[in-house]
């Protein structure tokens, strides 16, 4: 309770600081939803009933352009009367209160570096003294949620600082030089040097988009992360081929294990290996009509489990992309997939189903059926379904109710009742004498992330939610990872 108290003071107040720059006009973004579910607890210990709220909210468009944005999450369980609360973004950013100027400070992702991703307490400051060049410093603490039932594992007393400089010298291309150092318990864990570079060739043929890191770890004298790849249309604009390669060292140690947790600069990487991983992955999307698409994936990946015994795994995937109505009213998706590595492999199918033609109704239904063997000789079969009616009861504000019906190592059976109720608008103010606020936007197209429908081929690359609809570009997914 103290937790959520805390949280809602500092929102509160963060808020009431900001008063003065909203008179002067703003728009105002809410994503609440609310999610809840009535299960049999994992562990035995009875009826589990949580309920979570996320947070999303933002204002933005004031003077200066200042915009600020928080995101966190509160959690009550009420069959076991337990909670949890996490604020993981509450950040204020002034672009323009020096004409080049951009400044952001409070709970914010840092991922100025290849291959590293921050929750931190930070601030970041950027000058762009010309439009193709932007420098950036940043620095702060990060934080860390980890979904433990005891105390915390990983020490919180971590320091990260850098800076890089972008130049976009060519049009369609992009270079970043930065540098980023990590430190933990006062003991430096990464002196990261890195480079980052893209070009898209708009000239050639098919469009080819190049890209490719290098990290090095002045610190440690290795090689950190080196990736490369490239995406393009082949023979036809209606065939898409990706392919990427990378390299990643995350540690200096050579071939010794590093007990201290603390110690180690990727905690799961290192859990599992002892010094380096080498992948490769390769996707094709092709638009067979106006209704139908298919894609296929293949990845590769090698590492070292302990000195001198390498563990090879193949993960690979293919299915069809349906719009039986070719206006994404209705979606029919159908996957084959697979896994095969040294502790065993799995092979299951996934359908779906989202119908939308009834006025403000929403139908899906989803199940996923998998088989396994372990390298143990051991073997069976798991069962995932949910089916969901949903309902646009305003503009913005939607609901539904599910049920998922599952089987695994866990339960013979599980049943599960579900709900979830959302509301993502946006609102701008008005001038005199029109004063109050309008909504200037919904979004009925999309649901809750954690109800997203699952996707395996190219468009799985992308970390974005997929919309309530399911639909997805013919083209597939912009390099990168952002679909179109």
């Known amino acids: 309770m103290a937790g959520r108290r805390v949280t809602a003071i500092l929102a509160c107040g963060v808020w009431v600081a900001l008063l003065p720059a909203l008179a002067h006009g703003f728009e105002l973004r809410t994503d609440l939803p609310v999610l809840g579910q009535v299960r049999e607890g994992q562990f035995g210990d009875g009826i589990e009933a949580p309920i979570e709220l996320f947070g999303d909210l933002g204002v933005s468009d004031m003077r200066h352009g200042v915009t600020l944005d928080t995101y966190f999450r509160l959690q009550e369980d009420f069959a076991q009367w337990t909670g949890e609360t996490d604020f993981y973004s509450g950040v204020l950013r002034v672009p323009n209160a020096v004409d080049g100027l951009d400044v952001q400070l409070g709970r914010q992702i840092i991922s100025q570096a290849p291959g590293t991703i921050f929750d931190a307490d930070a601030g970041q400051i950027g000058i762009t003294p010309w439009q193709s060049l932007t420098f950036t410093a940043f620095g702060g603490q ?12 990983l020490s919180q007393d971590e320091q990260i600082f850098g800076g890089n400089v972008r130049a976009t010298p060519l049009q369609g291309g992009a270079l970043v030089l930065g540098y980023l150092q990590q430190q933990r318990d006062g003991r430096p864990l990464r002196q990261l040097v890195s480079a980052t570079g893209a070009h898209s060739l708009t000239e050639w043929p098919g469009l080819p988009h190049l890209y490719g890191t290098f990290s090095f770890d002045a610190d440690g004298q290795n090689i950190d992360q080196v990736s490369a790849g490239t995406q393009a249309f082949i023979w036809q604009p209606r065939l898409l081929f990706n392919f990427d390669t990378g390299y990643y060292k995350p540690q200096n140690n050579g071939k010794l294990v590093v007990t201290d947790i603390n110690w180690r600069e990727d905690a799961a990487f290192q859990l599992f290996s002892v010094s380096q991983m080498l992948q490769f992955r390769s996707g094709l999307r092709y638009h067979v009509s106006r209704t139908v ?55 299951g199918v996934r359908a779906s189903y989202e119908n939308r033609v009834y006025d403000r109704i929403v139908f899906r239904a989803l199940v996923d059926v998998a088989y396994y063997e372990k390298a143990t000789n051991q073997d069976n079969s798991a069962v995932a379904s949910i089916i969901g009616l949903g309902y646009i009861i305003l503009p913005g504000l939607i609901g539904e109710l599910n049920f998922e019906a599952n089987r695994n190592q866990l339960f013979s059976e599980d049943f599960r009742f579900g709900f979830f109720i959302t509301y993502n608008v946006r609102y701008r103010s008005q001038p005199p004498p029109e004063a109050g606020l309008r909504r200037s936007w919904t979004a009925d197209d999309k649901r809750p992330w954690p109800w997203g429908l699952a996707e395996f081929g190219p468009a799985s690359w992308s970390p974005n939610p997929q919309p309530w609809i399911g639909t997805t570009n013919a083209a597939g997914v912009q390099p990168g990872g952002t679909s179109e």
Do not use: H, K
């Open 293 to 347: 698409s298919a894609f296929a994936d293949l990845s590769y990946q090698r590492y070292e489990q302990i000195a001198t015994s390498y563990v090879n795994g193949y993960v690979w995937g293919a299915g069809l992309l349906c719009l039986p109505g070719a206006d994404g009213l209705e979606v029919v998706n159908l996957q084959y997939y697979g896994a095969d590595s040294a502790g065993g492999d799995v092979n």
């Open 142 to 153: 990060p934080r860390y949620f980890e979904p433990t039932y005891g105390a915390p594992s």
